[in-house]
């Protein structure tokens, strides 16, 4: 495990925790990265890049502005609502939270955040699209 403070978060290199965790919230050991504010937690050096960093900085900017119990609540809310009804499975309905839709919609964007509007993530609640990770970073949406 790896350790390094950066300009606005704590960067952890951990190879096992990041897969622990991922298998935990979406069913896969193929997590890049996770985030827990002021934390960034990546799997390995080869994650620490830019749209990477921005996807999990998104996240950090989601948990700040809902006291981090809102995020987990909503996206809670979100992942079952998927799964129970819309019959999504694991990952589908990971990606259709409105915290993974914001990020991965946005991460390439390196203006985003600076650019992002308080209460954003209510957004992206009520404006669904369905897509799948099409490659490292790489999205194709459904409809």
Known sequence: MKIKIQKGYVLVVSESLVRFVGRIGTGSTEAKGLAFFPFIFVRSEEFVVPWVIDHELIHHRQEIETLFIGVLLISSIEFWHARLFLKKNTMQSYLYTAAEQEAYLNMRNPDYLSERKLGALFHYV????????TGPGEITFLD
């Open 126 to 133: 009520v404006t669904k699209r369905d897509f799948i990770l």
